[in-house]
């Protein structure tokens, strides 16, 4: 698997990147604390994996009406997409827990999506935390079918109404996720990335038919079995909780890169892009919000993106106060630390970067 290389510009960026990594750790030092989630992010999985799972419990075993079930699936789509955000997220770094069995065991979660881990660690984890922004490194920034996310991509003429309709596309990314994950597989197998964990295509095939199998088994056959709704209404239920679940993801996911002020560097002819790492993280992402608040809490600390791609490896719950440590550091080295005031200005910002992108060129 080839690979990008890093060179700092100056050694302006390599101090920078030495006395934040130097502060954030003397902060753990100093404060008593460990990099992982402890009670509190366990309390967060457990009440999210009871929104996700409670709601079938409950449809399965009594009797109520289609609009009530309905409901239930909607909650079902929150659950869903708080532990992929909240909780799996951190464990597929290893931050959630300092036990090993128990960031494997969060991580795994994945499976209650209908897809499998290693896609998700070799997408997010190596191709995105590594490459963030860079085409065609970077999967995140890929055409999505009807939406162009990077100036680099190829223009088509529907992009340019893609800041209208793309938002609502946003809602397919788990489906889109659950049908495309076999050839991504393989598309990683052909790129050599499942080298990194050593493990074999044959072996993660086989997984993936099982989850999947056991998924719609749960999700849309035992409805058929054990309730009397109607199949229309079993797969609109079925749709309705991916819809949820994926408007939610999908746009918070957005909201880090695809706003304005960004860079999408790209390598040159010796694969070499002329940043320190730190600095093409800072470049590249953005926080929003940066506020203690419930939704920072439930959208798994993903309004501090900028904080999460200098520290994926430490949790989220640790975010607000290392983003102080990264804003007065960055400033005193002259660094880009780009942060949208709110939510809305952020998804405003998202929505004007659709637009400018979908122009023709």
């Given at each position: 698997?080839?690979?990008?290389?890093?060179?700092?510009?100056?050694?302006?960026?390599?101090?920078?990147?030495?006395?934040?990594?130097?502060?954030?750790?003397?902060?753990?030092?100093?404060?008593?604390?460990?990099?992982?989630?402890?009670?509190?992010?366990?309390?967060?999985?457990?009440?999210?994996?009871?929104?996700?799972?409670?709601?079938?419990?409950?449809?399965?075993?009594?009797?109520?009406?289609?609009?009530?079930?309905?409901?239930?699936?909607?909650?079902?789509?929150?659950?869903?997409?708080?532990?992929?955000?909240?909780?799996?997220?951190?464990?597929?770094?290893?931050?959630?827990?300092?036990?090993?069995?128990?960031?494997?065991?969060?991580?795994n979660?994945?499976?209650?999506?209908?897809?499998?881990?290693?896609?998700?660690?070799?997408?997010?984890?190596?191709?995105?935390?590594?490459?963030?922004?860079?085409?065609?490194?970077?999967?995140?920034?890929?055409?999505?079918?009807?939406?162009?996310?990077?100036?680099h991509?190829?223009?088509?003429?529907?992009?340019?109404?893609?800041?209208?309709?793309?938002?609502?596309?946003?809602?397919?990314?788990?489906?889109?996720r659950?049908?495309?994950?076999?050839?991504?597989?393989?598309?990683?197998?052909?790129?050599?990335?499942?080298?990194?964990?050593k493990?074999?295509?044959?072996?993660?095939?086989?997984?993936?038919?099982?989850?999947?199998?056991?998924?719609?088994?749960?999700f849309?056959?035992?409805?058929?079995?054990?309730?009397?709704?109607?199949?229309?209404?079993?797969?609109?239920?079925?749709?309705?909780m991916?819809?949820?679940?994926?408007?939610?993801?999908?746009?918070?996911?957005?909201?880090?890169?695809?706003?304005?002020?960004?860079?999408?560097?790209?390598?040159?002819?010796?694969?070499v892009?002329?940043?320190?790492?730190?600095?093409?993280?800072?470049?590249?992402?953005s926080?929003?919000?940066?506020?203690?608040?419930?939704?920072?809490?439930y959208i798994?600390?993903?309004?501090?993106q900028?904080?999460?791609?200098?520290?994926?490896?430490?949790?989220?719950?640790?975010?607000?106060?290392?983003?102080?440590?990264?804003?007065?550091?960055?400033?005193?080295?002259?660094?880009?630390?780009?942060?949208?005031?709110?939510?809305?200005?952020?998804?405003?910002?998202?929505?004007?970067t659709?637009?400018?992108?979908?122009?023709?060129?």
């Amino acid at each position: 698997m080839h690979t990008i290389k890093f060179i700092p510009k100056d050694q302006h960026q390599k101090d920078f990147a030495r006395v934040l990594s130097k502060r954030v750790r003397d902060y753990f030092k100093e404060e008593g604390k460990t990099t992982f989630g402890g009670k509190r992010i366990l309390f967060k999985a457990m009440l999210m994996l009871s929104l996700y799972l409670t709601p079938i419990v409950l449809i399965f075993t009594l009797s109520m009406s289609p609009w009530l079930a309905l409901l239930l699936m909607v909650i079902m789509g929150i659950g869903k997409a708080g532990i992929g955000m909240g909780v799996m997220h951190d464990a597929a770094h290893g931050s959630f827990s300092k036990h090993k069995w128990l960031n494997n065991l969060m991580a795994n979660s994945m499976f209650l999506f209908g897809t499998n881990l290693i896609n998700w660690k070799i997408q997010h984890n190596v191709l995105h935390h590594t490459y963030p922004n860079v085409y065609k490194w970077d999967n995140d920034i890929d055409t999505k079918g009807l939406i162009k996310l990077s100036k680099h991509a190829d223009s088509h003429k529907i992009f340019k109404y893609q800041y209208i309709f793309g938002p609502l596309l946003y809602g397919f990314m788990t489906i889109s996720r659950f049908v495309g994950d076999t050839k991504q597989l393989i598309d990683y197998q052909k790129l050599g990335a499942l080298k990194i964990f050593k493990s074999s295509l044959g072996k993660n095939l086989l997984i993936l038919a099982i989850t999947k199998i056991v998924y719609l088994a749960v999700f849309i056959g035992l409805p058929f079995i054990f309730t009397d709704y109607a199949w229309w209404q079993i797969l609109l239920g079925f749709f309705s909780m991916h819809f949820v679940a994926s408007m939610i993801m999908g746009t918070v996911f957005q909201m880090a890169h695809v706003v304005e002020g960004m860079e999408e560097p790209l390598p040159d002819e010796s694969g070499v892009i002329h940043n320190q790492f730190y600095v093409h993280q800072l470049k590249t992402t953005s926080d929003f919000g940066r506020r203690k608040s419930i939704i920072g809490w439930y959208i798994g600390g993903l309004d501090f993106q900028a904080i999460h791609h200098l520290f994926p490896h430490i949790s989220h719950i640790h975010y607000p106060d290392l983003s102080l440590i990264v804003q007065k550091t960055a400033a005193e080295f002259n660094q880009p630390y780009n942060s949208q005031k709110s939510f809305f200005t952020a998804f405003g910002s998202h929505i004007r970067t659709l637009k400018r992108l979908g122009q023709p060129v």
